[in-house]
């Protein structure tokens, strides 16, 4: 009996990944210019989201990290891939040091390298961060966003400083940022349900007893915080290829807190509905912009309100957080919904 549930599970997992894939492929082909790039947003933001629920989420770990990763891996993608004459016109401020200029790869070695050196920073991270819990583990990650951007101000040998880094390859398309989509998805949910998932969920639900049943939290934790950080690398990789242009303005803590955004309205601790959460709000937003427009309203015209979307927008997440305390999916995954329905029967 449990073999034939695993493998009506793996097969439905297949059929999902096929039905994705070909709808990449479809879309990629067929669909406008302005909806592919909504895509590779809503795509982008998926890896960014299952990674960081990975951490906060799963884990129960209340960083507010993601930021700082995310500009580390779009600035190493940047200077991997944009060539030395470019950074030789565009750096104003200073000369570009010889060893950046030295520093160049492919789009796909320039994301395994984001993601790398980003886990290692998290690495090196994780000895002081994880000495507090709770709030003070939050202002301690917190402040390590605020570090990174600093420094990117601050260095403009390597990162131009405040000006930022332009005309960076334009790599991003549907078959990276949804391939990877798809591989960081895959990867976390792998993770989740294994026995390292179910020492995170432990430490989640209970640290003290998590310790005293023989869990090294430290080590669970380490590696949530190496992995999270990993994806939010190749991300901010991604990122930059498809904008084309980076500056530390695009790296501020409002990017976490519409990470954070996301997580919540799908679920803590749920991967479907950190995806579900994603496209509802990247998604959502972008094609609310006719809000700010003006519109016709049973015949009568109305003046331009930019902002609309966003008061509209706001009023329906207070009104599914009413309703929905846990967010949309909660901790459930899509094959608990159809466990359930068949548990119903």
């Known amino acids: ?63 507010l990290e993601p930021n700082g990763f995310i500009a580390i891996g779009a600035y190493v993608t940047a200077i991997l891939t944009v060539d030395a004459d470019g950074m030789l016109y565009q750096y104003d401020i200073e000369d570009p040091y010889p060893w950046v200029l030295a520093l160049q790869a492919n789009f796909g070695w320039a994301l395994f390298f984001s993601g790398t050196i980003s886990a290692l920073l998290a690495l090196s991270l994780a000895f002081p961060v994880f000495r507090v819990r709770g709030d003070y583990l939050a202002i301690v990650t917190l402040g390590f966003g605020f570090i990174i951007r600093i420094l990117a101000i601050n260095s403009p040998e390597i990162t131009n400083g405040s000006l930022g880094i332009n005309d960076i390859p334009e790599a991003s398309n549907l078959y990276w940022t949804g391939g990877l989509a798809i591989c960081a998805v895959l990867a976390i949910l792998n993770i989740i349900y294994s026995k390292f998932g179910r020492a995170m969920k432990a430490v989640r639900d209970d640290e003290d007893a998590a310790t005293a049943m023989g869990i090294n ?24 290829a498809l904008l084309t242009s980076i500056s530390p303005d695009l790296f501020t803590f409002f990017l976490t807190f519409q990470l954070l955004i996301i997580i919540v309205l799908g679920g803590l601790g749920s991967t479907t509905g950190a995806i579900l959460g994603t496209i509802f709000v990247m998604a959502g937003l972008e094609y609310m912009r006719f809000l700010d427009e003006p519109m016709n309203l049973l015949g009568f015209e109305t003046e331009a309100m930019p902002g609309m979307r966003m008061v509209v927008f706001s009023l329906i997440l207070i009104f599914v957080m009413l309703f929905a305390r846990e967010g949309l999916m909660g901790k459930k995954e899509l094959k608990d919904l159809f466990k359930k329905k068949k548990a119903n029967k």
């Open 1 to 63: 009996m449990n073999d034939s549930i695993f493998t009506r599970d793996r097969l439905i997992n297949l059929a999902l990944i096929i039905t994705t894939m070909w709808f990449i492929w479809f879309a990629q082909h067929f669909f406008d210019e302005y909806t592919i790039r909504i895509m590779n947003n809503v795509a982008i933001f998926i890896i960014l989201a299952v990674s960081y629920n990975l951490i906060n989420g799963i884990t129960g770990q209340f960083s």
């Open 217 to 240: 939290t430290f080590k669970i934790k380490t590696m949530a915080f190496t992995t999270s950080a990993f994806f939010e690398g190749v991300g901010g990789g991604l990122l930059a």
